[in-house]
């Protein structure tokens, strides 16, 4: 059964800081990979998507990559902003033919000025 | 383009008693997709609906109904609610299962007494 973690379950650090987030998944043999923000009290906003074919993604300050053998996709933010606090989730499809993605729980991130 | 709304935004329910939530999308999505928020456990997806007239169970499809009432628009029923129902709900719409990143609406937060 894949079983996504991500840790840690929570990060706070100052503004400018360079940051990466962790995302672990037990089996290796997915679809695509996504990782997502969720401010509080809102729904989730798609940032990067990562076919299971792609080592990355780039979008602005973001960067997130994807090992598959190993297991793991970080997501790199640079130069943090308070703006950027929130909860971060990746998810990742099984397989080309399912709608199922399945979640970590979450890193929750304070940026601090 | 609002994207995807949910009605109601919370909601406070007795044991037994039924209620449905809305969901609706804009961007002629073909998806849609209703999933449950629990501390600690991610996101889980509970029905899914990949065209107009169709629905498919999720992860967790116990106590709930689905109605794909038209393109737009998705409905989530339970009919006698239970305190393991207590969870935030989101909708979520993409152009197609499978391949497209899933558009978020907002959430219900739902509590069962």
């Known amino acids: 059964k894949q079983e996504v973690t991500q840790i840690p379950a929570a990060l706070s650090v100052p503004e400018g800081e360079n940051l990466v987030l962790n995302c672990s998944f037990t089996d290796s043999a997915i679809y695509n990979l996504q990782w997502f923000r969720q401010d509080p009290g809102k729904g989730l906003t798609s940032l990067l998507l990562i076919q299971s074919s792609q080592r990355e993604q780039t979008s602005g300050r973001l960067n997130a990559s994807l090992d598959k053998s190993s297991g793991r996709s970080t997501l790199y933010i640079a130069a943090s902003q308070p703006g950027d606090s929130a909860t971060y989730l990746c998810a990742v499809r099984l397989s080309y033919n399912t709608d199922k993605l399945i979640f970590g729980t979450g890193t929750r991130l304070q940026v601090f000025p | 383009n609002a994207g995807v709304t949910q009605t109601p935004k919370f909601q406070v329910l007795k044991t037994g008693q039924s209620m449905t939530l809305q969901c609706a999308q804009d961007?002629?999505?073909?998806?849609m997709y209703w999933y449950r928020q629990d501390p600690g456990m991610g996101l889980r997806l509970i029905y899914y609906?990949?065209?107009?007239?169709?629905?498919d169970k999720g992860e967790v499809p116990n106590g709930y109904n689905v109605s794909r009432l038209n393109k737009r628009e998705f409905s989530l029923r339970l009919e006698s609610a239970a305190p393991s129902q207590t969870s935030v709900y989101f909708c979520a719409s993409a152009q197609n299962t499978y391949t497209d990143t899933q558009y978020f609406g907002p959430g219900t937060r739902l509590t069962v007494l």
């Open positions: 609906s990949a065209s107009e007239g169709t629905t």
């Open positions: 961007m002629n999505h073909n998806s």
